[in-house]
């Protein structure tokens, strides 16, 4: 989808525009649905302008759009995003804490690794089709990661249950 946008603005506000005139056709309603994440401008002089898909300001995992432009003209964006959230309660009923303590014993117990450096909790909204391509329900989910020697592992836990939603390394095998 090509688009004319003034070039007075930056290339994050031209890549917002953007997004309030087409998100709804990814699943966006407006810009209040995206946080900017980065802007790379590469050897062509064309900006990649990167954005996280939001929802209540809690970030969908994997949900994500990039706006390619060059000046004012709009070249194509792409990307994944969650367009349905019906039913997704964004009210956490297990503590940061609590999930801190889970991932603790999965570290311990799967990976051998109790003293493993444990990332501070964040809420993010989870729905693994967006990372793997089958359909799952969509999650209100405590995002860790977990790092030791030999150790990097992304780590979900459901912030409803306190359940292992999904968990994997980021090592190179």
Same mark, same amino acid.
């Given at each position: 989808?090509?688009? #004319? ?20 056709? @990814? ?38 759009? *990039?706006?390619?432009?060059?000046? &004012? ?10 367009? &349905? ?25 799967? @990976? ?11 809420? #993010? ?27 990097? #592992?992304?780590?979900? *836990? ?8 999904? &968990? ?6």
């Amino acid at each position: 989808m090509a688009g #004319e946008l003034t070039t007075a603005l930056t290339p994050e506000a031209r890549a917002l525009s953007f997004v309030d005139a087409y998100g709804e056709a @990814f699943g966006l309603g407006s810009r209040r649905d995206v946080a900017l994440s980065r802007t790379e401008r590469d050897a062509l002089g064309i900006d990649h302008v990167r954005m996280r898909q939001v929802r209540s300001g809690i970030p969908v995992s994997g949900g994500d759009l *990039i706006v390619h432009m060059r000046g &004012n003209q709009v070249l194509s964006a792409n990307g994944k995003t969650l367009g &349905n959230f019906d039913g997704v309660n964004l009210e956490a009923t297990v503590t940061s804490p609590a999930a801190l303590e889970i991932a603790r014993q999965l570290a311990t117990r799967r @990976f051998n690794a109790p003293e493993a450096q444990l990332s501070e909790p964040r809420l #993010e909204i989870l729905n693994q089709g967006l990372l793997g391509g089958r359909e799952f329900p969509t999650r209100l989910a405590w995002f860790i990661e977990a790092r030791d020697t030999g150790l990097r #592992e992304f780590i979900w *836990i459901d912030a409803r249950s306190g359940t292992l939603l999904l &968990n994997f390394s980021q090592l190179t095998h």
